[in-house]
């Protein structure tokens, strides 16, 4: 009996830790993040200011476990585009295309991750939590599944044979991300002309596969 009443209080426990996450991210996509407050979030998810706290030390935290929330999400929506049985280049392309769409549906979340990027380091975060991000970004984000794609694609010939796998991966991820980012700032959320949003971005992609490719 006491093992199943702390299994349900971890379960609300947990429970309460995702509404509140959801519930900053809902705000912080509607309004930059710096002018949302704790209050604001605890009326949008119907949760006291003292339940807030005991799962987050201040808005900072909150900001920050929204963002990993973010970039999971993209991540696990590009790996479930990848094509492993197609060689490497095609897998590569594959998933930059996914990525370019995923912008043109979500550019409320890259203009977040944008902001994010610009503020985090002025934000005030110990270092515990900035050491939790950056085992995040370095494990859990798309470079795993680029480098993938790119290990095939050498193995395969349909790369260059001398390439820098971990180098390109992080080449790739950091330029894609720019650009979709830079785009996301300069226009609606979600773009409502595609073919404006491709010519700003379907250059960079090409330029991008051209530099991995093996020669013709």
């Known amino acids: 009996m006491m093992k199943q009443q702390q299994t349900w209080h971890q379960q609300l426990r947990n429970h309460h830790r995702e509404e ?39 808005m900072n935290e909150l900001v920050l476990d929204v963002q990993i929330h ?38 409320k979340e890259l203009r977040f991750v944008a902001l994010f990027d610009l503020y985090y380091e002025q934000m005030r975060v110990d270092d515990e939590l900035r050491q939790r991000y950056a085992q995040f970004v370095q494990h859990g984000t798309g470079r795993d599944f680029l480098q993938d794609a790119l290990e095939q694609g050498v193995r395969d010939g349909s790369l260059k044979p001398q390439l820098d796998v971990s180098h390109a991966g992080v080449l790739i991820f950091q330029t894609v991300m720019g650009v979709l980012q830079r785009v996301s700032m300069t226009s609606t959320p979600e773009l409502q002309d595609r073919h404006e949003g491709d010519v700003v971005v379907q250059p960079v992609i090409d330029m991008l596969l051209d530099y991995v490719a093996a020669p013709q």
């Open 20 to 58: 509140l996450v959801q519930a900053g991210a809902t705000l912080f996509l509607q309004r930059n993040f710096p002018d949302i407050t704790v209050k604001d979030v605890c009326d949008q998810a119907g949760i006291s200011r003292v339940t807030f706290y005991k799962h987050f030390r201040d």
């Open 70 to 107: 973010i970039l999971r999400d993209m991540t696990e929506r590009l790996t479930a585009s990848d094509l492993p049985q197609t060689n490497g280049r095609q897998r590569l392309a594959g998933i930059l295309q996914a990525w370019v769409d995923y912008a043109f549906t979500h550019g």
